[in-house]
């Protein structure tokens, strides 16, 4: 049970540059987040998703894209990177959401990364 | 807005010395508060949650947190800390009228020193 697994672990993107962060979760989760986390701000949510084709913005979601075609997978785009987005990246899935059952969030290793 | 708030940064500790990790919160209604830890290059793991019923809950590895209302906090505790206890630890909230959204504090780290 590999739980939440986000790939890659690390990146490096020059400004401008684009790419997507993918999170992968093998518990039949229908809720799905993606959070970034800066030094002193804690965990900031970018977008999330309750369940399969759906989406949803949260607490910082310019400059981001998300889409979620299938239940276990959801994608977070960079159209356009800017040094801003320089920080580290979390997704998390739970089984029901944050206002249902209150259900822990099951976070993957996250993703660095930075934008030159 | 909900939010949290962890006044300390740092929490350094001996071995073998309890350890308290400070939180108080902001909510329009009843909190449903949380701790999540964080070990170096890994994502956050659930210690535990506070609801409803008795104000003291019991965790994960040893962990236990007490709700107070009348002073809006949620500190997390354990009687006695291990060195595998150094890690960043997080407090979050969201109140009973919320979405799908929790607050995170910023986190602290706590240092045990053997």
């Known amino acids: 049970n590999a739980g939440v697994t986000q790939t890659p672990k690390f990146r490096v993107l020059k400004t401008g540059q684009s790419m997507t962060l993918l999170c992968a979760q093998d518990m039949n989760h229908e809720y799905m987040y993606w959070y970034r986390q800066d030094p002193g701000m804690g965990l900031r949510l970018i977008h999330y998703?309750?369940?399969?084709?759906?989406?949803a913005k949260g607490e910082v979601p310019d400059g981001y894209n998300v889409s979620r075609l299938k239940k276990q997978n959801f994608l977070l785009g960079l159209e356009s990177a800017a040094p801003s987005q320089t920080s580290v990246y979390f997704c998390?899935?739970?089984?029901?959401?944050?206002?249902?059952?209150?259900?822990?969030?099951?976070f993957g290793n996250g993703t660095r990364l930075t934008v030159t | 807005a909900q939010s949290v708030a962890q006044p300390e940064d740092q929490v350094n500790v001996a071995e073998g010395n309890p350890l308290t990790v400070k939180c108080t919160y902001s909510v329009s209604g009843n909190p449903y508060l949380f701790w999540y830890v964080q070990y170096p290059n890994r994502g956050l793991q659930f210690l535990l949650k506070y609801i409803t019923g008795d104000n003291l809950v019991k965790g994960s590895y040893g962990f236990e947190a007490e709700f107070n209302k009348s002073q809006t906090s949620f500190h997390l505790k354990k009687p006695s800390a291990l060195v595998s206890d150094s890690a960043l630890y997080f407090c979050?909230?969201?109140?009973?009228?919320?979405?799908?959204?929790?607050?995170f504090g910023k986190g602290n780290q706590v240092v045990v020193i053997p």
């Open positions: 998390a899935s739970s089984y029901g959401g944050q206002g249902v059952n209150n259900s822990p969030l099951h």
């Open positions: 998703s309750v369940g399969e084709g759906t989406t």
């Open positions: 979050a909230v969201r109140d009973i009228w919320g979405n799908n959204r929790l607050a």
